[in-house]
């Protein structure tokens, strides 16, 4: 198993400038998470997902959007890119609730 | 609101001390309690979790914590560091019902040292 797999691995965005975090998890995994991390401040939720069809939005949804048409995939959206989504971020996945969290390598975005 | 507090941003031990890093939490209801490690430019890996069976848990690379609901602390020890522990360490916590979300804290980077 590939576990959770997130692309790309860096990107460097211009303000204003729209893209799309992918990540994708084999272990048929119902729970889907995507996290930001900046330095000090440990990682925030931004969206998650229950299952396919199912989003709800976390702690720091605001500049962001996903959806989940299928198990495997939960796509992070990035409408207009500002230097405040500068980050670490995270894709997570988890079998049932109140069990761990399987986190991908995640991506480093710069927007400048 | 949940939140999970770690004392310490940095801790720096000698190789072969003791490792003690602190961890409480705040809820009134039983928490589910993580910790994550994480090596430089490298996603987070779990060390151990308590799931409200044992307080006493054990986790990979020598690591164990201690549930104490008293003190709604969850602190990780090590009896003796190693220079491959450094990394980052988090404390996570997530409750029934919650679809597992987690709650971390803002993390304790460790440095070892000869």
């Known amino acids: 198993n590939a576990g959770v797999t997130q692309t790309p691995k860096f990107r460097i965005l211009k303000i204003g400038q729209s893209m799309t975090l992918q990540c994708a998890q084999d272990?048929?995994?119902?729970?889907m998470y995507w996290y930001r991390q900046d330095p000090g401040m440990g990682l925030k939720l931004i969206y998650y997902?229950?299952?396919?069809?199912?989003?709800d939005k976390g702690e720091v949804p605001n500049g962001y959007n996903v959806s989940r048409s299928t198990t495997e995939y939960f796509p992070l959206r990035l409408e207009l890119a500002a230097p405040s989504q500068t980050s670490v971020y995270f894709c997570?996945?988890?079998?049932?609730?109140?069990?761990?969290?399987?986190f991908g390598p995640g991506t480093r975005l710069t927007v400048l | 609101a949940q939140s999970v507090t770690q004392l310490g941003s940095h801790v720096s031990v000698s190789e072969g001390a003791l490792v003690l890093l602190r961890c409480n939490y705040s809820s009134s209801v039983p928490p589910y309690l993580f910790w994550y490690v994480q090596y430089p430019n490298q996603g987070l890996q779990l060390l151990l979790k308590?799931?409200?069976?044992?307080?006493l848990v054990k986790g990979i690379n020598g690591f164990e914590a201690e549930f104490k609901k008293s003190e709604t602390s969850f602190h990780l020890t090590k009896p003796s560091a190693h220079m491959s522990d450094a990394a980052e360490y988090f404390c996570a916590v997530s409750y029934t019902g919650t679809a597992s979300k987690l709650t971390f804290g803002t993390g304790t980077r460790l440095q070892v040292t000869l």
């Open positions: 308590y799931t409200s069976a044992a307080t």
């Open positions: 272990m048929n995994h119902n729970y």
């Open positions: 997570a996945s988890s079998y049932r609730t109140d069990n761990e969290q399987f």
């Open positions: 997902s229950v299952g396919a069809g199912i989003t």
